[in-house]
């Protein structure tokens, strides 16, 4: 396993150098200041002009594509760039629908080099202020996970163009994966006042989410379903109104979200790993398989072969549970050596199904990198795993408490505490987070809500503390002297 690890890091630091090289070769300049953005990544954002097809006003204006319509606009704008190979916007447009393109089918290989050329050539050949093009290498940043590139990216185009409202998004996912939630409520209080419409009602509701203000969310992701324009845009807010409901232990409207984005959208493959959640959760277990395989089919995110592993372990089928884990592992691997991140996924896979060990070390880097509310939760369930309880502790208190920005109302979150504190033998604050976890979501987990139900069933009722006992008979006699008291207070001095 350490082989492994040390194989993912070795190919991320050659993408590092090769990207550095690029940069300082093409003389990628920002403001003066030259941006090297970690991992060789480059980003894709709205750009450009339109194509013909509903894919150019959907890539300009950042919001999801549907994949037939994003092959046309590339298509178009490869045509495009052969004949006229200075034209920087295209070459902007081409670079965030590749982006669009690797982040829609989970192929970071086959489409993130392509769109760090694409977006280097624009910075090359375009303008010195070129929003455009930074837009996009800040939402590559973003895919890659690597978000404190993501956000100077993102500050750089705003410095660029200040009235910019789609460098926002990019860069509230940036503050937020950086742990840095006032950076990313002010970013969306601009971005308020700059633009309204589905796509920032859908990045208003992310951020009252992160906020624990979950009605609020609801609401607004509501509205935005309501005022999408395409039905890929309309799946993809539907999507994340399913998690939304998931994440509120509300299968059945889960499943309906889902399934309608499916029916709108049918590449809209987070929504049919969704369903896969949703099904297992009601006991469809069949069907939920299906789901989850036809998902990873054709969008092999390392998240979901993750779900369906459990999902496999959960009904006794290790070697297929297994099978799905080494898939984690390959893609993690492969994503890695274009410079995705996938720390965070594989220190939550190695925690609770490999080694806990490595788990802590990768988790504690990722950690140093980019202290999001995401790796704090991780790295203190793998620190509890590895059996350092008392430090654990103290990043589940970062990742569920408010004093310290753990707004998240998510009920994993909160199982972990508990779990952590009973083994800490703190049974009152653990039989009330895992109480919490399961009030919030009691199918939050496959394996964890049933250890959830296992361990309060262990720590057993509250123990019966001594209160004071009053004589009936005593409080009955004492009752007459009070209201005496009472009226002789109320009564005039003199009369």
């Known amino acids: 396993m350490e082989n492994e690890v040390g194989a993912v890091r070795q190919g991320r630091g050659r993408v590092l150098r090769r990207v550095l090289v690029g940069l300082l070769a093409g003389g990628a300049v920002v403001g003066g200041v030259m ?54 916007r295209s ?19 086959a489409y993130y080099p392509k769109a760090e050329r694409a977006l280097r050539t624009s910075l090359r050949v375009g303008p ?26 993102g500050e750089a185009a705003l410095k660029a163009d200040p009235k910019r409202w789609t460098s926002y998004p990019p860069l509230i996912d940036a503050y937020t994966g950086l742990g840095d939630h006032q950076g990313a409520k002010r970013a969306l209080d601009r971005l308020l006042g700059l633009r309204s419409g589905p796509a920032v009602l859908a990045r208003a509701a992310a951020v009252y989410r992160d906020q624990g203000r979950r009605e609020d969310a609801a609401a607004a992701l509501s509205d935005a379903v309501a005022g999408a324009q395409a039905p890929a845009e309309r799946a993809a807010w539907l999507e994340r109104a399913g998690q939304l409901a998931w994440e509120r232990g509300e299968r059945e409207v889960a499943l309906r979200h889902f399934e309608e984005a499916v029916r709108l959208d049918p ?69 890695a050596a274009v410079g995705v991140d996938g720390d965070l996924v594989l220190g939550v896979f190695e925690a609770d199904h490999g080694d806990p060990r490595t788990a802590v070390r990768l988790l504690r880097e990722e950690w140093a990198r980019q202290p999001g509310i995401e790796v704090a939760d991780a790295l203190g ?3 509890h795993r590895a059996g350092e309880s008392e430090e654990a502790l103290r990043f589940a208190t970062v990742a569920t408490d408010k004093a310290h920005g753990g707004m998240v109302r ?65 409080e009955t006699e004492k009752e007459p002297e009070a209201e005496e008291e009472t009226a002789e207070g ?5 009369e």
């Open 35 to 88: 941006v090297f953005p970690f991992g060789g990544r480059q980003v894709g954002g709205p750009v450009g002009p339109a194509p013909g097809a509903m894919a150019g006003s959907a890539v300009r204006a950042g919001v999801p594509a549907a994949l037939p319509d994003l092959a046309v606009l590339i298509g178009q704008r490869e045509a495009h760039l052969r004949k006229h190979p200075r034209d920087a």
């Open 381 to 383: 369930w793998a620190l």
């Open 490 to 494: 109320t009564e005039p001095e003199e």
């Open 410 to 474: 998510s009920a994993l979150y909160m199982y972990h505490r508990g779990m952590i504190e009973r083994r800490l033998r703190l049974d009152g604050p653990a039989r009330r987070h895992l109480e919490e976890a399961l009030r919030i979501n009691p199918y939050f987990s496959l394996l964890g809500a049933p250890a959830a139900r296992t361990a309060l069933a262990d720590l057993g009722e509250p123990p019966w503390t001594d209160v004071p006992v009053v004589d009936d008979e005593e």
């Open 128 to 153: 010195a202020r070129n929003p455009e093009a930074l837009d996009a290498m800040a939402a590559l940043a973003d895919a890659c996970r690597d978000f404190r590139s993501a956000r100077v990216l």
């Open 91 to 109: 070459w902007a447009v081409l670079g965030a629908a590749y982006v669009e393109q690797g982040r829609r089918t989970a192929d970071a290989a």
């Open 267 to 335: 590449d809209q493959r987070a929504a049919q790993a969704g369903q896969g959640r949703a099904l297992a959760a009601l006991g469809r277990t069949s069907e939920a398989l299906s789901a989850y395989r036809v998902a990873l089919a054709k969008q092999p995110v390392p998240g979901y072969a993750l779900e369906l592993g459990e999902l496999y372990e959960s009904l006794g089928l290790t070697q297929a549970a297994k099978v799905q884990y080494d898939l984690l592992r390959d893609r993690v691997r492969q994503d």
